[in-house]
């Protein structure tokens, strides 16, 4: 199974919504260089698919990649669908699986804008196996 990057977000501070830079890297144990949530344990990089995000595109929202705070922005793969374990290769890093969803403490502005949220749901979170730079347009395949 392959699918596409579309957006590679970061942010300076936790709790606001990442923009995308185009590239960055991937840091073995850490996360993405550059991005506030860098080092967070087991979640060092989100996931959200665009198909998630065009769902609330649908309900009248305009968003985008990094609007839900996603690391990466994915086309192609469904990503809730993945097990906790499944490894993912994105040029020469890897990243496994290791939670879906989360649970949200604090409702955040999309939620008061559209009485609902794709990130609690649908957005995956990974540790980094091995790192390497990611850039929009690279592939992103499912190994296991």
């Known amino acids: 199974m392959k699918g596409k990057i579309i957006a590679v977000c970061t942010s300076p501070n936790k709790g606001m919504r990442k923009r995308n830079v185009g590239s960055a890297r991937l840091l073995p144990d850490l ?8 080092g967070f344990a087991h979640r060092q990089v989100s996931l959200l698919a665009l198909e998630s995000i065009e769902k609330m595109r ?6 985008n990649p990094g609007d839900f ?6 086309e192609g793969l469904q990503l809730p669908q993945l097990p906790v374990g499944t490894r993912l290769k994105i040029g020469g890093s890897i990243l496994e ?7 949200c403490h604090q409702r955040c502005a999309i ?5 609902d949220c794709v990130m609690p749901k649908e957005g995956i979170f990974a540790t980094v196996v091995s790192g390497d730079m990611v850039n929009v347009g ?5 190994l296991n």
């Open 97 to 103: 699986v290791s939670q879906i969803g989360k649970e």
């Open 58 to 63: 649908q309900a009248g929202l305009d968003v």
């Open 31 to 38: 996360g993405l260089e550059g991005d506030a949530h860098a």
């Open 111 to 115: 939620y008061y804008q559209a009485g």
């Open 69 to 74: 705070a996603e690391n990466l922005t994915t």
């Open 138 to 142: 690279d592939a992103i395949e499912v």
